[in-house]
C-alpha cells in the first residue's frame, strides 16, 4: 500500500471535501468575511480531516506489511490465513474472515481430490493383488499342461504379469516413502532374478548376456530395485538389433559410490529424443517405428530412481547401442 | 516321500499346486475347510508347510505364529503382496521362507526341496539320479557306472539331471535353456550342443552310448 494508491483510493472523498470547501470560501469571500475567518475554516475542516487520513493510512499500510512479511516468510503461502494475526480495525478483521474461509472450502475441495486420488490408488493395489491369483493359477495350469501352445501362451503371461506389476509400481511412485526399506543387498541376486524373469525372451530371441562384476554391495530397496533394473532390461530386449543382439551388465566401484551399467548393442535413440526419455508419455521416433512404446517405463525408473537418491543416466549412440547408468551413493549417513 | 501341507482357498491354485507337486512325487495334504486349522495342521505329521496369507476367517500370518508355538515344521508364506514388510512380518512369525504370486514354479520347487534338505527331511540318498544303472551323484556332479567313475562340470550334470528327471519325455532346446537359466547358468545356445556333445563324449569312453538321443527339431529325450 503506497500514498499514492491511497490517495487515488480517496480520491472522491478528497474532491468533495474540497469543492465543498470552495464553495464554503466563496460564498464566505463574497459576504465580505475576513480573509483569516477563511484561512481559519480551511484549517478547522481540513486539519482533522488530513490527521484522520494520515492514522487511517498507516493503519492500512501496517496491516498489508504484516500481511507481505507473513508471505515472505511462508513456504506455503496457502496457509497464510492460519498465522494472520488478528487487527483492530474492521476492514481488516472481515478481510481475514473472508480469506478464512475462502481457505477452509479450499482444503475441502482439495481434501475430495485428495481422497478421491486416495480411493483410487487403494483400489489398484487391491485390483493387482486380485489379478495375480488368476496370473498364478494360469501360470500352475501350463506348468501341469507343458506343450508348445501353453509355452507360448505362458511367454505372454509373463508379459501381463510386467504390465501388471508397472501399473503397482506406478500407483505407488508418489508415495515411495510408504514401504521402502534400505538395507545391504548383492546387486548379483537383483541382477540374476531380473534376468531369469526374462529368461526366455533371452533365448528366443537369441540375445547375448555379459555379466561382468555384479557380485557388488549397495544399500538401497531389494523390490524397487529389481523392478527398476527389469524396466531397464525389458527396453534392452524391446529395442535390441535384429541379429547378434548383447547386452552387458557390469557394476563399477567407486571411491564415494557403486555404479551399475546396462549397456547394450540396440537400436539406440536420436540425440535429439536423448533428453526427453525420462519424460513422462515420450516414445520419440523409436515408439513410433516400433509402436509398442508407452513412455511410461523411463519415466518411472527416473521417478523412483529419485525417490530412492539413485542417479540414473543415459547414453546412446543411433545404431550403436545405448548405456543406462545407475549411480549408488556409498556414504551411509547419506540415509 | 516328503509331505507337503498345501493351505491356499484359491480353489484352482490348490488343484495345479496339488498335481504340480505330486509330479515331483510329493505326498499333500490340502484341506479345502479352514476351521480349526492349527490343529489339522499339527496332527498332520508333515515335512513341510505353504502357507497362504490372504485366508478366510483367520489370516496365514496368525497362523503361522499358532504353529510356530508347538511346532518346528518348515513353514513358507506365499502372498500375492510383495512388499519388504510382508516379507519381514513373515519372518518375524517364524516362517522360514517368503515367495510372492505368482511365482515361478520352478523357483518354488526349488524353494521347497532347499528347505526339506536344509531341515533333514530329505535323506541324503536321494542326492543321487539313477537311470540303466548310471549313478548320478549331484552333490558332487560324480557318475558312476560299473566300475567307472567320471566327473561332469556343473553344466553337464545340470543337463543330464534334468534328461533323467524327465525320463520319456522329449525336452525342448529351449525348455532345457529355460532350466539352465533358472539354475543360474545363462549360457547360450551355442554352448548347450557343446555341453551335449561333450557328456555323449565322456558316457561313450565309459561305455554308454545312445543314451541321450537327438530328436530332430524337437530336442533331446533319454527313453
Known amino acids: 500500500m503506497t500514498i499514492k494508491n491511497y490517495l487515488n483510493d480517496k480520491v472522491v472523498f478528497l474532491g468533495a471535501n474540497s469543492i465543498g470547501f470552495l464553495i464554503l470560501a466563496g460564498i464566505l469571500f463574497y459576504s465580505a468575511f475576513n480573509t483569516t475567518l477563511i484561512l481559519y475554516t480551511f484549517l478547522l475542516w481540513f486539519l482533522p480531516l488530513t490527521s ?123 508415495n515411495v516413502e510408504k514401504d521402502y526399506i534400505i538395507r545391504s543387498l548383492n ?66 566401484t567407486h571411491e564415494n559410490s557403486v555404479t551399475l551399467t546396462i549397456c547394450d548393442n540396440g537400436i539406440g535413440i536420436d540425440e535429439k529424443d536423448l533428453s526427453r526419455v525420462f519424460d513422462k508419455g515420450f516414445t520419440g521416433s523409436n515408439g513410433r517405428k516400433l509402436k509398442k512404446s508407452t513412455g511410461i517405463g523411463l519415466y518411472l525408473c527416473k521417478k523412483l530412481c529419485d525417490r530412492l537418491n539413485l542417479q540414473l543416466s543415459i547414453n546412446s549412440k543411433p545404431g550403436l547401442g545405448t548405456s543406462v547408468t545407475i549411480t549408488f551413493p556409498m556414504l551411509m549417513d547419506h540415509y | 516321500m516328503e509331505k507337503i501341507i498345501i493351505i491356499e482357498d484359491e480353489q484352482i491354485i490348490r488343484e495345479e499346486l496339488t498335481n504340480l507337486l505330486k509330479k515331483y512325487s510329493y505326498r499333500i495334504a490340502a484341506p479345502e475347510n479352514f476351521d480349526n486349522i492349527v490343529a489339522f495342521i499339527l496332527n498332520e505329521q508333515a515335512d513341510l508347510l505353504l502357507l497362504d496369507v490372504n485366508l478366510p476367517n483367520y489370516d496365514g500370518y496368525y497362523i503361522c505364529k499358532e504353529v510356530r508355538k508347538k511346532s518346528d515344521i518348515p513353514i513358507i508364506m506365499v502372498t500375492s503382496r510383495d512388499t519388504d514388510s510382508d516379507e519381514l512380518m513373515s519372518m518375524n512369525l517364524g516362517a522360514d521362507d517368503f515367495v510372492s504370486k505368482p511365482y515361478h514354479s520352478q523357483i518354488l520347487l ?14 541324503a540318498q536321494s542326492n543321487i539320479l539313477t537311470c540303466d544303472g548310471i549313478q548320478l551323484n549331484l552333490a558332487n556332479a560324480r557318475l558312476k557306472y560299473d566300475t567307472h567313475e567320471i566327473d561332469l562340470t556343473k553344466n553337464e550334470m545340470k543337463i543330464l539331471a ?49 543314451l541321450i538321443k537327438t530328436k530332430r527339431g524337437l530336442g533331446y529325450i533319454i527313453q
Not at chain 1, 554391495?217 to 535384429?242: C, G, H, M
Not at chain 2, 524353494?111 to 527331511?121: E, N, V
Open chain 1, 52 to 174: 484522520f487520513m494520515i492514522l487511517d493510512y498507516l493503519k492500512q499500510r501496517k496491516y498489508f506489511k504484516s500481511i507481505n512479511t507473513l508471505m515472505d516468510k511462508l513456504d506455503k503461502k496457502y496457509l497464510l490465513p492460519e498465522v494472520i494475526t488478528d487487527t483492530h480495525f474492521p476492514i481488516g478483521d472481515e478481510v481475514n474472515d473472508i480469506l478464512k474461509v475462502v481457505s477452509r472450502d479450499m482444503h475441502e475441495h482439495i481434501n475430495f481430490y485428495k481422497d478421491n486420488k486416495e480411493d483410487y490408488r487403494e483400489y489398484i493395489e487391491t485390483w493387482v493383488h486380485e489379478i495375480k491369483t488368476p496370473i498364478a493359477s494360469s501360470k500352475l495350469i501350463i506348468e501341469n499342461n507343458p506343450n508348445e501352445t501353453t509355452h507360448k501362451i505362458e511367454t505372454q503371461l509373463e508379459k501381463i504379469e510386467d504390465f501388471v506389476e508397472q501399473v503397482l509400481y506406478y500407483s505407488r511412485s508418489n
Open chain 1, 187 to 252: 546387486l548379483k541376486h537383483v541382477i540374476t532374478d531380473v534376468v531369469k524373469r526374462n529368461a526366455k525372451d533371452f533365448i528366443n530371441e537369441k540375445i547375448k548376456l555379459e555379466l561382468d562384476a555384479i557380485d557388488t554391495i549397495v544399500y538401497s530397496d531389494a523390490k524397487w530395485l529389481e523392478f527398476i533394473i527389469n524396466q531397464l532390461i525389458i527396453n534392452a530386449i524391446k529395442y535390441r538389433t535384429p541379429t547378434d543382439a548383447k547386452i552387458h551388465i557390469s557394476t563399477q
Open chain 2, 162 to 210: 534334468y534328461l533323467i528327471e524327465n525320463r520319456g519325455q522329449i525336452i525342448s532346446r529351449s525348455a532345457l535353456m529355460e532350466y539352465l537359466w533358472n539354475s543360474d547358468y545363462f549360457v547360450e545356445d551355442s554352448v548347450l550342443s557343446v555341453n551335449v556333445t561333450r557328456i555323449r563324449k565322456k558316457l561313450e569312453e565309459i561305455g554308454i552310448k545312445d
Open chain 2, 110 to 123: 526349488a524353494r521347497i526341496s532347499s528347505l526339506l534338505k536344509r531341515s533333514g527331511s530329505t535323506p
